[in-house]
């Protein structure tokens, strides 16, 4: 069986992926056809049309696939200082939040969940694709923006200053790691295949770590960002031992999230239903 797969150019992801595309690591009988490289909200949405396999998709999305997908422990990004920025080029008061027009990376993207639990009041969102939202801002086409992705360490070059770290209000108001996105497999392919498919992703996170200069042309390939020390930041940032394998911490900080959102009114109460983990199949 040849299974379809999904990820960003992000360094994070080329960098996890790296092992198991070039056929470094076992995949016990399983076959990747090549993988589909696109931004994280176009993955969100063709997980709600059930495109591929095995996609990366952010924690806000899966909320609503989640009776078609689930998720690997392995092949997450959640960590602790690695949030989404709330940027913008003037000194703007947060308590005008409500006025402006702010950018963000997608309507599924968790960066975009966010700051609707951070300013229920914030409603001129314009989303767009995250690499387009700092020269959007310098361009005054919006007020502010959400910034994922390399964009944490390249706004300053615009000019922009961060008005709210929203990872960091996370941590405060939760006390854990923020969940961002993760690896879903379709749940039609049945636990034994989803086992297997979970442990060639963990073997290319290993195999990664291990080697972690043999990826880099590849990650160039695809980067936005193609400096050494800012893929290097990129992937240290969102590249840890939730990484490998999430655990009782990370699902712990998954559910808190989606238990948030729920309360929030932004994602509907199915969204704390049915087994979500693919150990739990």
Request: hydrophobic fraction near 45%.
């Amino acid at each position: 069986m040849t299974i379809t797969l999904g990820f960003s150019p992000c360094p994070n992801d080329t960098f996890i992926f790296h092992a198991l595309v070039h056929g470094l690591v076992q995949a016990k009988g399983i076959a990747f056809s090549p993988p589909r490289l696109a931004d994280v909200e176009t993955l969100n949405e063709w997980a709600l049309a059930g495109v591929l396999d095995l996609t990366k998709i952010s924690f806000h999305a899966f909320a609503h696939v989640r009776n078609d997908y689930v998720l690997l422990s392995a092949g997450s990004a959640l960590g602790r200082g690695c949030g989404p920025l709330l940027v913008s080029g003037r000194n703007l008061e947060l308590s005008r939040l409500s006025e402006m027009k702010i950018a963000v990376p997608g309507r599924l993207t968790t960066a975009s969940m966010l700051l609707s639990m951070f300013a229920p009041a914030c409603k001129k969102l314009l989303p767009m694709r995250f690499d387009r939202i700092m020269p959007a801002i310098v361009g005054g086409e919006v007020d502010a923006g959400v910034i994922i992705h390399e964009s944490r360490f390249t706004y300053r070059h615009y000019g922009l200053t961060v008005l709210q770290d929203l990872g960091s209000w996370w941590e405060e108001i939760s006390g854990f790691p923020i969940p961002l996105g993760a690896i879903a497999a379709k749940r039609s392919l049945g636990r034994e295949l989803i086992g297997r498919i979970n442990e060639a992703v963990r073997a290319s996170v290993q195999h990664a770590f291990a080697h972690p200069g043999v990826s880099m042309p590849y990650i160039k390939k695809h980067a936005q960002e193609i400096e050494d020390e800012v893929i290097s930041e990129h992937i240290n940032l969102y590249v840890n031992a939730f990484t490998e394998n999430l655990g009782d911490e990370g699902a712990a900080a998954v559910n808190a999230f989606w238990r948030k959102g729920c309360e929030a009114g932004i994602l509907p109460a199915s969204a704390l239903r049915q087994e979500w983990l693919s150990a739990e199949l």
